[in-house]
């Protein structure tokens, strides 16, 4: 890998629920993920977390970073690192844009009483179901993860900080 490209993904997390986005085109697309993106050269990764959930779902966050993920993906020739954001409020509307169709999961697992889905795994990153339970708990948290051609991870290791 020739070198490594800085992104950033930031969630909402407030009253038993997180705001996700369905991603309607580009890398990870059908596949639902928080809001983010490339950091640009003049920018800070919080202030590129801003930018991305500005654009991406509409609204402004006072974001935190939380955790921190390292990818290779196979054939792809830089690595990825992430920086990972979350607020527990937000200002502004919500709306669905281009890039993405956002909309509000449950945290607790199956709670019956709960008129949101739960957080769709099965339709996310597979190194997600790993770092999103820390992410849920407020525990900083860094991570790698290894992916294959097909989108297979084949390697990881994530763990509290
Ligand atoms: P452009 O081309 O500028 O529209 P940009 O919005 O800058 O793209 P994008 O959407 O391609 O970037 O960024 C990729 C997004 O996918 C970032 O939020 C990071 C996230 N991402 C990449 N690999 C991931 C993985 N394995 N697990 C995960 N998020 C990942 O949860
Ligand atoms: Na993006
Ligand atoms: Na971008």
């Given at each position: ?7 950033t993904n930031a ?99 199956g709670a019956p ?49």
């Amino acid at each position: 890998f020739e070198k490594v490209k800085l992104y950033t993904n930031a969630f909402i997390v407030e009253e038993g629920r997180i705001l996700l986005g369905y991603k309607k085109r580009g890398f990870g697309k059908d596949l639902y993920n928080g809001f983010g993106g490339k950091v640009e050269p003049q920018e800070t990764p919080l202030e590129a977390a801003v930018r991305e959930m500005q654009e991406e779902a509409g609204i402004t966050a006072p974001l935190k970073k939380c955790g921190t993920l390292f990818f290779v993906c196979e054939d792809i020739d830089h690595a990825f690192h992430i920086d990972i954001f979350v607020a527990d409020e937000y200002t502004g509307a919500i709306i669905e844009t281009d890039e993405m169709r956002p909309g509000w999961f449950s945290t607790s697992q199956g709670a019956p009483s709960s008129e949101l889905p739960p957080i769709p795994y099965s339709r996310m990153w597979a190194d997600d179901v790993f770092w999103m339970p820390m992410l849920l708990a407020g525990k900083p948290f860094i991570g790698r993860a290894d992916f294959v051609q097909d989108g297979t991870m084949q390697k990881w290791w994530f763990a509290e900080v």
